[in-house]
């Protein structure tokens, strides 16, 4: 059964940094482009960055350049979103996502809040 | 990186048909056939239901259907049930190699 478990989420301060990661199962992890994608409470599906199935190429939406850092251990089958200076804008719950043109397979999700 | 256009709501009955549009630009949803359609209910994960504008995953019911005009792509319901009462997201690949989402469509089974 293919599986993606995100954790890492919780609660940081503006200007605080947090490490996210994607644990992949069922599935040949290192042959696959990977996805970060967001959404804040109540609002719609926001993408956030991918990254090539051996790491060599990353994206990232203009709101995050700069701060967030996508990258993989092909070798653990996972995936990681390090964010960095964070802000509250930045509060949604982060999902992981196979693939980056048609994400089909999706974790469950980890919250994070930036507040004070 | 602007999100694609969705009508915010639509509503239909029962055994109905409903179609929810998803306009882009030249640079994304008219640019390529990477445009996929996806589920999600309150508190759960997206579920993709079309990739590549018309292609249904196994699993997916053939009352889901999608295609595409220029740059507006479309999702199709056909024969509306209950379970369908649900939030619908259109994505599409871009020509900065990101992803683009539209901002989402509340779907309302009378």
């Known amino acids: 059964e293919v599986q993606l478990v995100e954790s890492g989420g919780g609660l940081v301060q503006p200007g605080g940094s947090l490490r996210l990661s994607c644990a992949a199962s069922?599935?040949?992890?290192?042959?696959?482009?990977m996805s970060w994608v967001r959404q804040a409470p109540g609002k719609g599906l926001d993408w956030v960055a991918n990254i090539k199935p051996d790491g060599s190429e990353k994206y990232y939406v203009d709101s995050v350049k700069g701060r967030f850092t996508i990258s993989r251990d092909n070798a653990k089958n996972t995936l990681y979103l390090q964010m960095n200076s964070l802000r509250a804008e930045d509060t949604a719950v982060y999902y992981c996502?196979?693939?980056?043109?048609?994400?089909?397979?999706w974790g469950q999700g980890t919250l994070v809040t930036v507040s004070s | 990186q602007s999100a694609l256009t969705q009508p915010a709501s639509v509503s239909g009955s029962p055994g109905q048909s409903i179609t929810i549009s998803c306009t882009g630009t030249?640079?994304?949803?008219?640019?390529?056939?990477?445009v996929s359609w996806y589920q999600q209910y309150p508190g759960k994960a997206p579920k993709l239901m079309i990739s590549?504008?018309?292609n249904r995953p196994s699993g997916v019911p053939d009352r889901f259907s999608g295609s595409k005009s220029v740059n507006t792509a479309s999702l199709t319901i056909s024969g509306l049930q209950a379970e369908d009462e649900a939030d619908y997201y259109c994505?599409?690949?871009?020509?900065?190699?990101?992803?683009?989402f539209g901002g989402g469509t509340k779907l309302t089974v009378l």
């Open positions: 590549e504008v018309s």
């Open positions: 069922g599935f040949t992890f290192s042959g696959y482009w």
């Open positions: 996502a196979r693939d980056r043109t048609r994400p089909n397979c």
């Open positions: 030249s640079s994304d949803v008219g640019g390529y056939n990477y």
């Open positions: 994505s599409s690949y871009t020509s900065s190699s990101t992803l683009v």
